[in-house]
């Protein structure tokens, strides 16, 4: 079973700051640190560190081939990665010493992707396999329309949250995985509560408090814990634990295990700071076995 991820592919530039700039001031940053980012490509890693088949749906700009290579190395399936003339998604992050920070977001390639190549791409997906999207990219509604009517298993993340996209999506998904902010922002904007929602699985994530699942076919939710971990970092968490939730269903798992091994992937995340990435000058091309190999992977959860 595959994963198919329509996907961005952000670049992360993220600058250490003595404070937030204020208008008109110019400040010269103490650290600069750049890497692989996105909610796409964060999900893609995840899914595939987890031991998933993952193919990423996406493109990056002439400048992303690096962003490529490094989603290679984590075992991501690229081979449908388009390339545009202009620059590739990329994120400007300043970051003061009590971890405030400002971002300047430029969705670049990530909102250029050709909507017919990524036909083509899923017209290799078979019945069974699953797609997942989330609120960065082009074609979304399309996209999963498409793959619902192929027998694929449709998934979206609602963030970042857009009543209108959560809204257009709806009535092609399976699972909506949604934060309790943007499940009370979507609860508000519809007015309906998530229990009432047109899709079979709603899955709201609590943060330290773990995740609800909502089966809404019979109207039940289950409460699943998260473990018990010091945060140091709950960046990506979300991201983390829909690659791992994603994963796990499709290693044919049930949703109560599939969310056992998300909190705990989610756990990790925040209990580590994020591993510095390394840029393509720094990068080893040494052939040595991939994150896939050498990483957690289900086996280290469940
Ligand atoms: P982000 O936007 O920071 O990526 P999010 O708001 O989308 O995160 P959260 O609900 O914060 O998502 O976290 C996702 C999951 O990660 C939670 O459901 C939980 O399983 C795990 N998690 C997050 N924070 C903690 C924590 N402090 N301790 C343990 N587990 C956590």
């Known amino acids: 079973m595959t994963i198919w991820n329509l996907g961005s592919i952000n670049a992360d530039h993220v600058y250490s700051v003595p404070h937030i700039p204020t208008p008109g001031e110019t400040l010269a940053a103490t650290a600069l640190s750049r890497g692989l980012g996105g909610k796409g490509a964060n999900m893609s890693v995840a899914a595939a560190r987890a031991g998933a088949r993952v193919a990423h749906l996406g493109a990056v700009g ?45 969705p670049g390639a990530n909102r250029d992707i050709d909507l017919d190549a990524v036909k083509q791409a899923l017209d290799r997906a078979v019945s069974g396999d699953l797609l997942v999207t989330q609120n960065e990219t082009n074609s979304q509604v399309e996209a999963a329309a498409l793959a619902r009517a192929r027998g694929l298993t449709v998934a979206y993340a609602a963030a970042p949250f857009e009543a209108g996209a959560v809204r257009a999506v709806l009535p092609h998904l399976d699972l909506l995985v949604l934060n309790e902010v943007e499940a009370r922002q979507l609860s508000e904007a519809l007015g309906t ?34 473990p018990r971990v010091a945060a140091v970092d709950t960046t990506g968490a979300g991201d983390t634990f829909t690659g791992y939730l994603l994963a796990g269903l499709s290693e044919g798992l049930q949703m109560p295990e599939a969310l056992t091994l998300a ?17 393509p000058r720094e990068r080893r091309s040494s052939g040595r076995p991939s994150e896939v190999a050498r990483g957690t992977n289900m086996q280290d959860f469940v």
């Open 62 to 106: 002439a400048d992303g081939g690096w962003m490529v290579e490094r989603l290679r190395d984590h075992g991501v399936d690229c081979t449908h990665v388009q390339r545009r003339d202009g620059p590739s998604g990329h994120a400007i992050i300043a970051v003061d010493a009590q971890a405030e920070n400002a971002i300047t977001l430029w």
């Open 193 to 226: 509560s998530v229990e009432d929602l047109p899709v079979p699985h709603v899955v709201v994530t609590l943060g330290a408090q773990g995740c609800d699942w909502i089966d809404t076919a019979s109207g039940t939710r289950h409460h699943v814990d998260a």
């Open 263 to 279: 909190s705990r992937a989610g756990a990790l995340k925040v209990g580590r700071h994020a591993r510095p990435m390394r840029f």
